[in-house]
């Protein structure tokens, strides 16, 4: 079955057929061509799909395309406005937090979440967080760095 | 030169000078990474005659082959190809040839390929995939090396027929 959604991706407004069984993570990387989410393990486990749904970290391949309809959808390609990185963006690389990369967006997307909620989060709601984004090469701990970073930047506005 | 090969001629108070030089340099393609502008094999798009393969597994861990049936998956419109073991006998192996490329007679563990569907889109594939009829006899699993060696079992590869 075939169903028409308009949905905001990243700030633009789209308008698509999608078919009933496909999944939001189909959609953005096959339609839409924002292939920051990541096919993990298609199966809500992993993380390397989250994306912001109306501000909420969602597991892109568990969302039914047409439930994205009149939603707003944040990605990381979508995080760097006018040319200048996101904080996190920043933490990322200054911290080595990305090996491979391939959880990066997913993190990305989950510490952004998190933020938004809780601008001070202590290290234990930030490992909170990003429970459900598995990450097989860093250790998770420079990725928990770069995000305590930001937190600190944020008091001061100035790099730690 | 190579780095090695600087630090024996540099001697050992040099060697010190050139680690106190090294300075901490960002990821060479952590812009990429982090900006979702990463090209990964996955996002990579080749156009729309690209070609989609899925395999059929065997549910158990030891047992015959008897019969494969490829009629469905064939019949079912957009699909290219099936192709079992008995297609391309070769055996592959890093350092020795001991594994099918699909399974020939036998099925060796939960999960070994025994045929692989080519279409041109992934649900196709899918769908292709789950009607290859495969028919085992399935025979007692040997999880132990002694017992192995004692049903026969030998450390070479197995030939067609054979453990």
Redesign the interface.
Known sequence: MLHEISLTVNGDLHTLVVRSHHTLLQVL?EQL????P??GCENGECGACTVLMDGLPVNSCLVLAPEADGTTIE???G??AGGE?HPL?EA???H?A??C??C??GM?MSSKALLDRLPHPTEDEIRDALVGNLCRCTGYLRIVEAIQDVTARGEEGKPK | MCTSEAFREAGLWQLKRITRSAKSVPRVDALEKVTGAAQYVDDMAFGPGLLFGKLVHSPIAHGLIKHIDVSAALALPGVKAVVTGQDNPRRLGLYLKDRFIFAYDRVRYVGESVAGVVATSEEIAERAAALVRVEYEPLEPIFDPYLFRAAGGSSGPPGPGEL
Request: proline residues 4%.
């Open positions: 990387r061509g924002i292939t920051s990541k096919r990605t990381a390609e995080l760097s990185l963006q990322f690389i200054q080595n990305v090996q990369g391939f990066t967006p990305l």
